[in-house]
C-alpha cells in the first residue's frame, strides 16, 4: 500500500513539472528551470538556501497516518519536496511538513546546513505555513508586508491581473471615500485603494481608522485581511465560471485505455461526491463574501460602522477560512485545466481516478465534520 502510494505521488510530481504556480503549490523548481538565468533570480532570490530555492510547496490535505506527526491538530499542512533531480521530477524527492515535530532540526539535515540562512528561511517557511493559499498575489503581499520581496521571476502576476485587480478595488472602494474623509474627496479613490491594496498605513488613512475605532495593531491586521477579501472576490467572478465549466467535464469524461471494474466502482463513487463537495465550498464562499458585503453596506449606505469594524476584527479568522476554500477551488480548477490542455492526450482510467482522488482528498480537508 505504501509503495502504491508512493508511486502515485512520483507520478503526481511528474505531474507539476511544467506547471508554475497555483493556489495549492509553490513550485520554485519550475522557476529555476525556467528564470536562473534572470538575473534578479539570483540578486533576490525566494530562499537564500539554494537547496530550498529549488523546492516545490505544497499545501497539503494531511491523511490519517500524517497527522500524527504534529503537536496539535490541523487538517492541511504545508509539504516541502526536494527533487531528486530538478529536469525529472520522475525520480521523486524527499519531503517534509512545516512546523511537523522537530522541524527545526530536521529541517537542517534536510537541506544539508548547520543554521538555514540565519532562520530566515525558516522564518518565511512559517510565514507561508501560516497562510491559507500560496496563490501568488497573497504570497506577494503577505511578504511585501515583512519587508520581503522576491524577484518578479519567482510570484509571475500579469501587469492585467495586477491593473484589473486594483481597478476592481477601487469601484469597491469608491463609495467609502465620502464617509471616511470630509469634503467628498471622491478623487483621492485610486490613491486611498493604491494604499490599501500595498498597505502602506500612513497618515491619510487616519481618518479611517478613526471611524472605526480601531487601534493601530488591529487597523493593519483588518486592513490586511480586507485586501485579501477583495482579491477574494475579484478572484471569485473567474472561479466560478471556471468551476461550471469543470463540474461539466468531469461527469461527462472518458479515460482511455483498458477498463478496470475495481476503478470504475471508485469512480461511480467518488464523482458525484466530488460534485456536491465543490458545490457546497462554492456556496460558502458566496456566505463569506456575503457577510463581508453586508457588513461593508451597513458601512456605505447605512452608515453605521460597527457591522465593519467588526469585520476587521474577525478578519485574519474570516479570511483563512475563505482562502482556504478558495486555494482549494482555485487549484482544481487550474490543475484540471492544465491536464485537459494538452491536445489529443486522454487520462489512462488509473490517471483519472489519481486525480478525482487528490480532489477529493484536498475537499476531505474543509468537509472534515461530515460523517461518512
Excluded at 493559499?133 to 504570497?139: E, K, N, R, V
Excluded at 500612513?202 to 475605532?213: A, M, V
Excluded at 477551488?329 to 487550474?334: F, G, R, W
Aim: charged share 25%; aromatic share 10%.
Amino acid at each position: 500500500m505504501c509503495a502504491a502510494r508512493r508511486s502515485r505521488d512520483f507520478r503526481n510530481l511528474a505531474n507539476i513539472s511544467e506547471t508554475a504556480s497555483t493556489s495549492r503549490i509553490l513550485n520554485l523548481n519550475h522557476v529555476y528551470v525556467h528564470c536562473a538565468r534572470d538575473p534578479d533570480y539570483a540578486l533576490k532570490p525566494f530562499f537564500h538556501n539554494p537547496k530550498l530555492n529549488k523546492a516545490i510547496l505544497i499545501k497539503h490535505s494531511l491523511r490519517p497516518d500524517e497527522v500524527g506527526l504534529f503537536g496539535k491538530p490541523r487538517r492541511s499542512a504545508t509539504k516541502i519536496i526536494l527533487p531528486f533531480e530538478s529536469q525529472d521530477l520522475r525520480l521523486g524527492g524527499e519531503s517534509l511538513f512545516v512546523n511537523q515535530t522537530g522541524f527545526d532540526k530536521q529541517m537542517r539535515a534536510f537541506v544539508d546546513v548547520m543554521e538555514v540562512s540565519g532562520q530566515r528561511d525558516l522564518e518565511v517557511l512559517r510565514l507561508l505555513d501560516s497562510l491559507p493559499s500560496l496563490d501568488p498575489f497573497i504570497l506577494r503581499e503577505t511578504l511585501a508586508r515583512q519587508g520581503i520581496s522576491p524577484a518578479g521571476c519567482y510570484l509571475k502576476i500579469s501587469n492585467g491581473d495586477i491593473a484589473a485587480m486594483i481597478a476592481f478595488a477601487n469601484a469597491e472602494i469608491e463609495r467609502l471615500i465620502n464617509i471616511a474623509f470630509t469634503g467628498g474627496q471622491s478623487h483621492a479613490a485610486m490613491r486611498f485603494t493604491d494604499k490599501i491594496l500595498a498597505d502602506r498605513l500612513d497618515h491619510e488613512l487616519e481618518p479611517l481608522k478613526d471611524t472605526l475605532r480601531l487601534s493601530s495593531s488591529q487597523f493593519s491586521d483588518g486592513i490586511f485581511s480586507w485586501r485579501g477579501f477583495l482579491y477574494f472576490k475579484w478572484r471569485n467572478l473567474e472561479l466560478r465560471d471556471q468551476l461550471r465549466a469543470l463540474i461539466d467535464n468531469l461527469m461527462k469524461y472518458r479515460a482511455s485505455g483498458m477498463v478496470d471494474k475495481a476503478l470504475q466502482a471508485y469512480l461511480d463513487e467518488v464523482r458525484p461526491r466530488l460534485l456536491q463537495r465543490i458545490l457546497t465550498a462554492l456556496d460558502h464562499v458566496g456566505q463569506s463574501l456575503l457577510h463581508y458585503d453586508e457588513a461593508y453596506l451597513a458601512l456605505i449606505e447605512g452608515q453605521n460602522p460597527a457591522p465593519f469594524r467588526h469585520f476587521l476584527l474577525e478578519g485574519p479568522k474570516l479570511f483563512f477560512e475563505l482562502g482556504e476554500r478558495v486555494g482549494i477551488l482555485t487549484h482544481i480548477a487550474s490543475f484540471w485545466a492544465y491536464r485537459m490542455g494538452v491536445p489529443g492526450q486522454r487520462m489512462t482510467q488509473l490517471e483519472y481516478a489519481d486525480t478525482l482522488h487528490d480532489f477529493d482528498q484536498s475537499l476531505a480537508c474543509i468537509f472534515i465534520d461530515e460523517v461518512g
